[in-house]
Every structure is written in C-alpha cells, then in structure tokens.
C-alpha cells in the first residue's frame, strides 16, 4: 500500500489499508494492527525528518568529494546514520514489534558495519585484518555469514569466468572451474542457464 506513495495521499492510502484490515482481521489482532501501523506511520516520519535534518550535510561532503577519500568520516557517519536508526525504531515500536520487523537486518548491518571498520583500518596488516574478520564471522549469526559467503563466491566465480574468456579461454575450462567451485550438477545448471541467455539473445 505504502509504495504507491508518489501517487496517492496518505490519509487515503491509509483509508485502504484500514478497510483491508477490518475486512480480513477480527479484533484483538484488528486494533493491534491498527496501533502497530500507527507507530510504523510515525516511525517513518521521524526517520524522514532526521534524514532531511543531515541531507544539507551529506550534499556537501559528496560535492567536495570528501565523503568519497575519507574512509573514516564516511564510516562515521554510517555508523551515526544506523545508530540514530535503531533508536528511532526502538523510541516508536514497542520490543516486540521492532525485534519482528527489525532484528535479523540491524543484525546485518552490524556485522557488514564491522567488517567494513576492519577492511578500513590501514593500520593492520592482511594477516591481521585475516585474524579480526575471522573473529567477526564467529561472533555473527551463522546464516548471516553463510549468505555473505554464497555471495562472495558466486562474485568469484563470475570473475574466474570473465578471466578464462578474456584469455580466449572455451567452455570446457569454464564447466573446469564450475565442477572445482560447485561440483558437477550446478555446473549442469549453468550451462543450462547459458544455453537458455544464448537462445534469448
């Protein structure tokens, strides 16, 4: 309901989700829906109000290019920017409906917060920097990990590829590095995925 905000007012967008409320819930879940969308309302709007309040701010360090060379301001901010987040959702939902909505990714953004703190830090050696995101990778929920992981090794392979073709390399050594990296039957997947992008084009 909310995304067709660039069309529609909300007082009537608000109408719609009132009359889809009471016509699928019955009370007491229909009055507490009523009351957890009131505070998404007003959450929302303070999360609008504080972005507004630092986008002068921001435009400026971005225009002087300084928000782009100076790793440890832009980390600042960020960390200012989800710290101000977390306490606006905590001051406008109740526990129980901001650990529903918002748990699993103020968990995210603490753990790619503190990866990005490490990878930052110039100070450290590669050795060093190896050791401390270890050490953030055990202190994370293990599904957040895995997920970054999938995700770094599917960049990977997308890289390992582009590099054999660019070398003139053929399929073959392609279907080589999907076997070594995914085992035989996602190899069979991308080729599939290949053929069916060839047949498109």
């Keep these: 309901f909310l995304s067709s905000i660039e069309e529609e007012e909300l007082d009537i967008i608000l109408a719609r989700i009132d009359e889809y409320l009471m016509h699928y819930l019955q009370e007491p879940a229909l009055a507490q829906s009523k009351q957890i ?18 986008s002068s701010e921001l435009k400026a360090l971005i225009d002087s290019g300084e928000l782009q ?35 699993e990714e103020e968990a995210f953004d603490q753990y790619s917060l503190a990866r990005m703190m490490v990878n930052s830090d110039d100070s450290l050696s590669a050795e060093e920097k190896a050791i ?6 055990a202190e994370a929920p293990s599904d957040i990990v895995e997920s970054r992981q999938q995700a770094q090794i599917t960049d990977t ?11 003139g390399g053929d399929a073959s050594q392609v279907r080589e590095v999907r ?19 060839s047949q498109w084009q």
């Design 37 to 54: 969308l009131a505070e998404y309302i007003d959450l929302k709007q303070a999360l609008y109000d504080f972005e507004q309040s630092r």
């Design 69 to 103: 060379s100076n790793k440890a301001l832009y980390l600042s901010l960020l960390t200012e920017q989800l710290k101000a987040q977390s306490d606006l959702r905590a001051e406008h939902l109740s526990a129980e409906v901001y650990e529903a909505f918002y748990a």
């Design 132 to 137: 401390r995101l270890a050490q953030v990778d």
């Design 157 to 167: 392979l997308k890289q390992r590829v582009a590099e054999i073709k660019q070398a």
């Design 179 to 197: 076997v070594e990296m995914f085992g035989e039957e996602a190899a069979e997947r991308f080729e599939a995925l290949d053929l069916e992008r």
